[in-house]
């Protein structure tokens, strides 16, 4: 089956400065690329997402990059503030129905 | 939280008993799906629904059943609890077949098993 990795596991950045957070997955099928943010105590929220077909896609601050040939994909926050503090989780799916297969996250610290 | 609601919110329990979780969706979606979140794991998928009383096994699935009688409601049951199966549970909704990857969550339960 799928298995994703997601690096690093904590990430500390200045307010103002970009963050990136890396994840390669394993299967070459694998044509869905989603990103979500968890607040402490709240579900994942769905924050961009990637279709095997598109390289790169912006939403405001946030950014997704994806290259099928390495099998790894990244998301860039620019400008970061302090509401951008939670836990990110990158996620892998392919053609099956059969749900999403998460990294295990990434624990991003704003400094004041 | 895209009209997906889950009760319990918190709930502990002893070992060896039955517990069932609901999620409820005002969504209309098609599919459904139960995962578990455990610190180092990340999110596992136990279970999913791609229909009415139509379900197949997530990664994680032992232990656990599952019940879709309506659209709107899918449960999840731990027949004889473990305290292995302590865990935030969370469901996840997606509306169609063509975006069946695109999965929106709920808040999650708290289980707890002693």
């Known amino acids: 089956g799928e298995n994703v990795e997601q690096h690093p596991s904590t990430l500390s950045v200045q307010e103002g400065d970009s963050a990136v957070i890396k994840c390669t997955y394993s299967?070459?099928?694998?044509?869905?690329f989603p990103w979500y943010k968890q607040e402490l105590g709240k579900g994942p929220q769905l924050i961009i997402d990637?279709?095997?077909?598109?390289g790169e896609k912006k939403d405001q601050r946030i950014a997704v990059t994806l290259n099928k040939t390495a099998k790894h994909f990244s998301l860039h926050i620019t400008e970061t503030q302090p509401e951008d503090s939670a836990v990110y989780f990158c996620?892998?799916?392919?053609?099956?129905?059969?749900?999403?297969?998460f990294g295990k996250g990434t624990h991003l610290i704003i400094q004041p | 939280d895209a009209g997906i609601t889950q009760s319990p919110r918190h709930k502990v329990t002893e070992t060896g008993t039955p517990v069932t979780l609901r999620c409820h969706q005002t969504?209309?979606?098609?599919?459904m799906y139960w995962y578990r979140q455990d610190p180092g794991h990340g999110l596992r998928l136990i279970h999913y629904?791609?229909?009415?009383?139509?379900?197949d096994k997530g990664e994680v699935s032992d232990g656990y059943s599952v019940s879709r009688s309506k659209t709107e409601d899918f449960l999840l049951t731990l027949e004889s609890a473990t305290s292995s199966q302590t865990s935030v549970y969370f469901c996840?909704?997606?509306?169609?077949?063509?975006?069946?990857?695109?999965?929106?969550f709920g808040p999650g339960t708290r289980l707890t098993v002693l």
């Open positions: 969504e209309n979606h098609r599919y």
């Open positions: 629904s791609y229909g009415v009383k139509d379900t």
């Open positions: 990637i279709r095997s077909n598109v």
């Open positions: 299967d070459s099928a694998s044509n869905y």
């Open positions: 996840a909704i997606s509306e169609s077949r063509e975006t069946f990857d695109t999965q929106y």
């Open positions: 996620a892998a799916s392919g053609p099956r129905v059969d749900g999403l297969t």
